[in-house]
């Protein structure tokens, strides 16, 4: 039997990212769309050859490292990202279903590689559940995702049942070519035996 996520949730991110980023591909840019503040991914330990781009409308203070102020959709259509590891950390949510299908048909046709993060199915997010967000229609959640979606997309799916107050989540990760695909299911099995992960993977549509 699995076990659960037991820390911080901010860790879950700092856990998968790094092994996705050493072995996920040999990249020149880790393109961090709706990056927001990146509280969660400041402690990201990346190879020194990948340049950090963090992309978001955000205004304000304590903007991370390589920070571009643009719409995420607009930027994804405008930029080369051959090379890049994109990454949608808790963004896909916020769009409506029909739009974020097409977003991550986008990226996947761009991008060497996607990692996404989400909520397992349609967590709520808006005015009623969250006040703080009455004035910030950007943030109110818009779609529910699963991970068998990402699985038949031909995604890893990596997941979290103590996610989001114990709503549970998952991360989705797709490469068009891995750097080393044996050493990114060992970093994962090592996590998951010291209980910090549940995994489970299946090999659809992933090239080896």
Request: net charge positive; glycine share 8%.
């Amino acid at each position: 039997m699995f076990r659960s996520f037991p820390r911080s949730p901010q860790y879950h991110r700092v856990f998968v990212l790094g092994p996705f980023l050493r072995w996920g591909g040999m990249f020149s840019h880790w393109v961090d769309l709706g990056c927001g503040k990146a509280e969660a991914t400041k402690a990201v330990h990346r190879p020194e050859t990948i340049q950090r781009v963090s992309v978001d409308i955000y205004d304000g203070p304590d903007k991370p490292e390589g920070f571009i102020r643009a719409d995420i959709v607009d930027y994804a259509h405008s930029h080369v990202l051959t090379g890049c590891a994109v990454t949608l950390l808790d963004v896909i949510e916020h769009f409506e279903k029909v739009d974020g299908t097409a977003f991550l048909s986008l990226l996947e046709s761009k991008a060497d590689a996607v990692c996404v993060f989400t909520p397992s199915g349609f967590y709520r997010q808006d005015p009623t559940t969250h006040p703080e967000t009455k004035d910030r229609p950007e943030q109110w959640h818009r779609s529910g995702w699963s991970s068998e979606e990402f699985l038949e997309r031909g995604y890893d799916v990596i997941s979290f049942p103590q996610m989001h107050s114990g709503f549970g989540g998952f991360a989705a990760v797709r490469s068009k070519q891995w750097r080393s695909r044996p050493m990114w299911r060992l970093s994962l099995s090592v996590l998951h035996f010291r209980g910090l992960i549940d995994y489970y993977q299946r090999r659809l549509h992933l090239r080896k």
